[in-house]
């Protein structure tokens, strides 16, 4: 059974800067695609960002450019970078594995976190 659990969300002002973590367990987690949703409230869970096991990584354009993904697959771990951060970014964040595909598509993940909360008051 893989668990994901993210961290590092909290209330920050417009143009600051978080960093999410996700904390991955499994033995095989250097050899899976990782993503990054976010889902607002009365909204649909949308793309945010992916990175392969090469750590290639691909981005929603809303996100591009300040947001940025990384993995330490030493430490089982993913991270989010996000630096000029914007109110309309305020959503809860969820990580999940896979998307080797069509990364940008729910339903090509298998395994999602509990997601953590970030808050860009203006």
């Known amino acids: 059974q893989v668990q994901l659990v993210e961290s590092g969300g909290g209330l920050v002002q417009a143009g600051g800067s978080l960093r999410l973590s996700c904390a991955a367990s499994?033995?095989?987690?250097?050899?899976?695609?990782m993503g990054w949703f976010r889902q607002a409230p009365g909204k649909e869970r949308e793309f945010v960002a992916h990175i392969r096991s090469t750590s290639s990584t691909y981005y929603a354009d809303s996100v591009k450019g300040r947001f940025t993904i990384s993995r330490d697959n030493a430490k089982n771990m993913v991270y989010l970078q996000m630096n000029s951060l914007k109110p309309e970014d305020t959503a809860v964040y969820y990580c999940?594995?896979?998307?080797?595909?069509?990364?940008?598509?729910?339903?090509?993940?298998?395994?999602w976190g509990q997601g953590t909360q970030v808050t860009v008051s203006s």
């Open positions: 999940a594995r896979g998307g080797t595909y069509y990364y940008t598509r729910t339903h090509e993940y298998d395994y």
């Open positions: 499994g033995r095989t987690f250097s050899t899976y695609a």
